[in-house]
Protein backbone atom coordinates (compact mmCIF):
# COMPACT_ATOMS: atom_id res chain seq x y z
CA UNK A 1 0.00 0.00 0.00
CA UNK A 2 2.55 2.11 0.75
CA UNK A 3 4.29 1.69 -2.33
CA UNK A 4 1.19 2.42 -4.40
CA UNK A 5 0.54 5.57 -2.56
CA UNK A 6 4.39 7.02 -3.63
CA UNK A 7 3.38 5.61 -7.37
CA UNK A 8 0.22 7.32 -7.29
CA UNK A 9 1.98 10.56 -5.88
CA UNK A 10 4.79 10.66 -7.97
CA UNK A 11 2.28 10.54 -10.95
CA UNK A 12 0.08 13.01 -9.23
CA UNK A 13 3.08 15.75 -9.26
CA UNK A 14 4.01 14.59 -12.75
CA UNK A 15 1.07 15.70 -14.07
CA UNK A 16 0.64 18.88 -11.53
CA UNK A 17 3.45 20.41 -13.33
CA UNK A 18 3.45 19.32 -16.50
CA UNK A 19 -0.66 20.48 -16.62
CA UNK A 20 -2.07 22.17 -13.51
CA UNK A 21 0.33 25.28 -13.67
CA UNK A 22 -1.00 26.17 -17.00
CA UNK A 23 -4.43 25.35 -16.18
CA UNK A 24 -7.09 26.66 -13.55
CA UNK A 25 -8.19 23.27 -12.21
CA UNK A 26 -10.75 25.00 -9.73
CA UNK A 27 -12.04 27.42 -12.49
CA UNK A 28 -13.77 24.53 -14.51
CA UNK A 29 -16.58 25.46 -16.59
CA UNK A 30 -20.02 24.00 -16.69
CA UNK A 31 -20.28 21.32 -19.27
CA UNK A 32 -22.28 22.94 -21.71
CA UNK A 33 -19.66 26.04 -21.52
CA UNK A 34 -16.75 23.11 -21.91
CA UNK A 35 -18.42 21.84 -25.31
CA UNK A 36 -18.30 24.71 -26.61
CA UNK A 37 -14.42 24.89 -26.51
CA UNK A 38 -14.51 26.63 -22.54
CA UNK A 39 -14.79 29.96 -22.99
CA UNK A 40 -16.28 30.81 -20.16
CA UNK A 41 -16.67 35.01 -20.31
CA UNK A 42 -20.31 35.32 -22.23
CA UNK A 43 -21.18 31.95 -20.87
CA UNK A 44 -21.42 31.21 -17.09
CA UNK A 45 -21.23 33.61 -14.25
CA UNK A 46 -18.27 31.31 -12.87
CA UNK A 47 -16.35 33.34 -15.30
CA UNK A 48 -17.78 36.50 -15.67
CA UNK A 49 -20.19 37.45 -12.41
CA UNK A 50 -21.91 40.09 -14.55
CA UNK A 51 -23.99 37.67 -15.91
CA UNK A 52 -25.92 37.03 -13.01
CA UNK A 53 -27.40 39.99 -14.09
CA UNK A 54 -28.90 38.32 -17.09
CA UNK A 55 -29.80 35.29 -15.81
CA UNK A 56 -33.95 34.84 -15.97
CA UNK A 57 -34.60 31.93 -13.15
CA UNK A 58 -32.95 30.78 -10.16
CA UNK A 59 -30.54 27.76 -10.79
CA UNK A 60 -29.39 24.54 -8.66
CA UNK A 61 -26.74 23.02 -10.44
CA UNK A 62 -23.56 20.36 -10.16
CA UNK A 63 -20.81 19.02 -12.66
CA UNK A 64 -18.89 16.21 -12.89
CA UNK A 65 -15.29 15.77 -14.86
CA UNK A 66 -12.93 13.57 -15.05
CA UNK A 67 -9.78 14.32 -17.18
CA UNK A 68 -8.05 11.37 -18.88
CA UNK A 69 -10.15 8.53 -17.15
CA UNK A 70 -8.09 9.03 -14.05
CA UNK A 71 -9.69 9.28 -10.68
CA UNK A 72 -7.54 11.15 -8.52
CA UNK A 73 -7.85 14.05 -11.19
CA UNK A 74 -11.51 14.50 -11.42
CA UNK A 75 -13.24 17.79 -10.57
CA UNK A 76 -16.53 17.78 -8.61
CA UNK A 77 -18.38 21.59 -8.94
CA UNK A 78 -21.94 22.94 -7.81
CA UNK A 79 -24.04 26.07 -6.84
CA UNK A 80 -26.38 28.35 -6.82
CA UNK A 81 -27.59 31.41 -8.34
CA UNK A 82 -30.09 33.56 -6.26
CA UNK A 83 -31.89 36.08 -8.57
CA UNK A 84 -34.07 39.09 -7.03
CA UNK A 85 -34.55 42.46 -7.78
CA UNK A 86 -32.67 44.33 -5.31
CA UNK A 87 -29.01 42.02 -6.01
CA UNK A 88 -28.46 38.43 -7.88
CA UNK A 89 -25.88 36.51 -5.95
CA UNK A 90 -24.47 33.49 -6.76
CA UNK A 91 -22.70 30.49 -4.61
CA UNK A 92 -19.89 28.16 -5.56
CA UNK A 93 -17.51 25.24 -4.32
CA UNK A 94 -15.23 23.12 -6.21
CA UNK A 95 -13.24 20.32 -5.25
CA UNK A 96 -9.98 18.97 -7.78
CA UNK A 97 -7.93 16.07 -6.99
CA UNK A 98 -8.08 13.36 -4.10
CA UNK A 99 -7.19 12.56 -0.19
CA UNK A 100 -3.33 12.77 -0.64
CA UNK A 101 -3.14 16.08 -2.75
CA UNK A 102 -6.57 18.59 -3.22
CA UNK A 103 -7.50 21.92 -4.39
CA UNK A 104 -10.50 23.49 -2.87
CA UNK A 105 -12.28 26.48 -4.23
CA UNK A 106 -14.86 28.70 -2.28
CA UNK A 107 -16.46 31.62 -4.08
CA UNK A 108 -19.57 34.49 -3.68
CA UNK A 109 -20.48 36.59 -6.50
CA UNK A 110 -22.88 39.32 -7.44
CA UNK A 111 -24.50 41.07 -10.55
CA UNK A 112 -26.14 44.20 -11.20
CA UNK A 113 -27.42 46.24 -14.53
CA UNK A 114 -26.17 49.69 -14.57
CA UNK A 115 -27.27 50.72 -17.54
CA UNK A 116 -29.88 49.26 -20.27
CA UNK A 117 -27.26 47.74 -22.14
CA UNK A 118 -24.48 46.71 -19.61
CA UNK A 119 -24.21 45.06 -16.17
CA UNK A 120 -21.41 44.56 -14.08
CA UNK A 121 -20.54 42.25 -11.47
CA UNK A 122 -17.59 41.29 -8.84
CA UNK A 123 -17.09 37.66 -6.58
CA UNK A 124 -14.60 37.50 -4.04
CA UNK A 125 -13.40 33.89 -3.52
CA UNK A 126 -10.75 31.44 -1.30
CA UNK A 127 -8.91 28.77 -2.96
CA UNK A 128 -7.11 26.26 -0.87
CA UNK A 129 -4.23 23.57 -1.57
CA UNK A 130 -3.88 20.95 1.00
CA UNK A 131 -1.27 17.99 0.14
CA UNK A 132 0.62 15.38 2.51
CA UNK A 133 3.63 16.88 0.84
CA UNK A 134 3.35 19.78 2.90
CA UNK A 135 2.88 20.05 6.95
CA UNK A 136 0.93 22.93 6.31
CA UNK A 137 -1.73 24.28 3.81
CA UNK A 138 -2.22 27.36 1.96
CA UNK A 139 -4.36 29.36 0.13
CA UNK A 140 -5.02 32.57 -1.73
CA UNK A 141 -7.88 35.65 -1.61
CA UNK A 142 -8.57 37.24 -4.80
CA UNK A 143 -11.49 38.60 -6.52
CA UNK A 144 -13.08 39.02 -10.18
CA UNK A 145 -15.18 41.62 -12.00
CA UNK A 146 -16.83 41.03 -14.91
CA UNK A 147 -18.49 43.63 -16.99
CA UNK A 148 -21.18 42.75 -20.31
CA UNK A 149 -22.45 44.68 -22.79
CA UNK A 150 -25.26 44.05 -25.17
CA UNK A 151 -25.11 46.36 -28.87
CA UNK A 152 -28.05 44.36 -30.38
CA UNK A 153 -30.85 41.89 -29.02
CA UNK A 154 -29.55 38.79 -30.17
CA UNK A 155 -25.07 39.87 -29.48
CA UNK A 156 -23.27 39.90 -26.01
CA UNK A 157 -20.10 40.70 -25.37
CA UNK A 158 -18.24 40.64 -22.33
CA UNK A 159 -14.79 41.25 -20.27
CA UNK A 160 -13.37 39.99 -17.12
CA UNK A 161 -10.56 40.08 -15.04
CA UNK A 162 -9.96 36.77 -12.87
CA UNK A 163 -8.24 36.76 -9.82
CA UNK A 164 -6.76 40.62 -9.35
CA UNK A 165 -5.87 41.39 -6.76
CA UNK A 166 -5.10 38.24 -5.30
CA UNK A 167 -3.21 37.52 -1.13
CA UNK A 168 -1.52 34.23 -0.17
CA UNK A 169 -2.44 33.17 2.71
CA UNK A 170 -1.77 29.80 4.96
CA UNK A 171 2.56 28.67 4.55
CA UNK A 172 4.28 31.30 2.58
CA UNK A 173 7.12 28.89 1.49
CA UNK A 174 4.02 26.52 -0.97
CA UNK A 175 4.14 27.38 -4.37
CA UNK A 176 0.42 27.84 -4.73
CA UNK A 177 0.46 30.46 -7.44
CA UNK A 178 -1.42 27.99 -10.23
CA UNK A 179 -4.55 28.00 -8.14
CA UNK A 180 -5.92 31.35 -8.30
CA UNK A 181 -3.54 32.85 -11.56
CA UNK A 182 -3.99 36.44 -12.88
CA UNK A 183 -6.16 36.44 -16.29
CA UNK A 184 -8.13 39.02 -18.61
CA UNK A 185 -10.89 37.46 -20.86
CA UNK A 186 -12.75 38.82 -23.65
CA UNK A 187 -15.88 36.95 -25.38
CA UNK A 188 -19.04 37.13 -27.32
CA UNK A 189 -21.60 35.09 -28.09
CA UNK A 190 -23.98 35.65 -31.02
CA UNK A 191 -27.71 33.53 -30.94
CA UNK A 192 -29.05 32.87 -35.19
CA UNK A 193 -32.86 32.50 -35.48
CA UNK A 194 -32.98 30.98 -32.22
CA UNK A 195 -32.10 27.42 -33.81
CA UNK A 196 -27.93 28.03 -33.67
CA UNK A 197 -25.59 29.78 -31.13
CA UNK A 198 -21.81 31.15 -31.86
CA UNK A 199 -19.21 31.90 -29.47
CA UNK A 200 -16.09 32.66 -28.77
CA UNK A 201 -13.07 34.04 -26.59
CA UNK A 202 -9.49 35.47 -26.28
CA UNK A 203 -7.59 35.06 -22.59
CA UNK A 204 -4.37 36.63 -21.83
CA UNK A 205 -3.23 35.08 -18.53
CA UNK A 206 0.29 34.58 -16.72
CA UNK A 207 0.70 31.27 -18.37
CA UNK A 208 -0.46 32.12 -21.92
CA UNK A 209 -0.39 35.20 -23.57
CA UNK A 210 -2.80 34.52 -26.11
CA UNK A 211 -5.47 31.77 -25.33
CA UNK A 212 -8.88 31.23 -28.04
CA UNK A 213 -11.57 29.13 -27.55
CA UNK A 214 -14.41 28.88 -29.87
CA UNK A 215 -17.95 27.29 -29.98
CA UNK A 216 -21.48 26.62 -32.09
CA UNK A 217 -24.22 24.90 -30.44
CA UNK A 218 -27.58 23.86 -32.09
CA UNK A 219 -30.83 23.05 -31.43
CA UNK A 220 -32.19 20.16 -34.00
CA UNK A 221 -35.31 20.16 -32.16
CA UNK A 222 -36.86 21.30 -28.78
CA UNK A 223 -35.08 20.58 -25.69
CA UNK A 224 -31.96 19.12 -27.67
CA UNK A 225 -28.78 20.65 -28.27
CA UNK A 226 -25.60 19.74 -30.03
CA UNK A 227 -22.42 21.45 -29.04
CA UNK A 228 -19.05 21.54 -30.63
CA UNK A 229 -16.04 23.41 -29.83
CA UNK A 230 -12.13 24.25 -29.99
CA UNK A 231 -9.82 25.68 -27.50
CA UNK A 232 -5.74 26.81 -28.55
CA UNK A 233 -3.11 25.95 -26.42
CA UNK A 234 -2.61 23.46 -26.59
CA UNK A 235 -5.21 22.65 -29.47
CA UNK A 236 -8.19 21.00 -28.08
CA UNK A 237 -11.55 19.81 -29.81
CA UNK A 238 -14.85 19.29 -28.26
CA UNK A 239 -18.19 18.03 -28.22
CA UNK A 240 -21.24 17.29 -25.94
CA UNK A 241 -24.71 17.33 -26.12
CA UNK A 242 -27.87 18.72 -23.56
CA UNK A 243 -31.27 17.60 -23.11
CA UNK A 244 -33.98 19.64 -21.37
CA UNK A 245 -36.87 18.14 -19.41
CA UNK A 246 -38.92 19.88 -16.64
CA UNK A 247 -36.86 22.15 -16.28
CA UNK A 248 -33.54 19.92 -15.39
CA UNK A 249 -30.75 20.14 -17.82
CA UNK A 250 -28.26 17.28 -18.43
CA UNK A 251 -25.49 17.88 -20.07
CA UNK A 252 -22.55 15.54 -21.42
CA UNK A 253 -19.50 16.85 -22.76
CA UNK A 254 -15.65 15.82 -23.89
CA UNK A 255 -12.48 16.99 -24.52
CA UNK A 256 -9.62 15.40 -26.59
CA UNK A 257 -5.98 16.47 -25.89
CA UNK A 258 -3.49 15.00 -28.20
CA UNK A 259 -0.91 13.86 -25.73
CA UNK A 260 -3.11 12.64 -22.74
CA UNK A 261 -6.40 11.11 -24.45
CA UNK A 262 -9.78 11.97 -24.03
CA UNK A 263 -11.55 14.04 -20.88
CA UNK A 264 -15.32 13.55 -20.04
CA UNK A 265 -17.95 14.71 -17.60
CA UNK A 266 -21.77 15.11 -17.05
CA UNK A 267 -23.72 17.99 -15.70
CA UNK A 268 -27.24 18.55 -14.26
CA UNK A 269 -29.18 21.92 -13.50
CA UNK A 270 -32.15 22.43 -12.19
CA UNK A 271 -33.81 26.03 -12.53
CA UNK A 272 -36.96 27.20 -10.95
Not at 41 to 64: C, D, H, I, S
Not at 219 to 240: E, V, Y
Request: glycine letters at 10%.
Amino acid sequence: MKTKRIITMLFFGWFVYLTATATDNLRLPDLRTLSLGGGGVTETPLFNPALLALQKRNKLYANYYNRYSVSELATVSGGFYCLNDILPAGFEITSFGYDEYRESLFRLSTGKRIAHKWSLGIALQYALLQSALFEESSGRVSADVGITYRPVENVLTGLSILHFPSVKTGDKNIDNKHIASYSVQLGFNWDIMNMALITGSLENSEENVITGSFGMEYIPFDDFKIRTGIRTAPLRPSLGVGYCIAGIDADVGMMYHSILGVSMGVGLSFSF
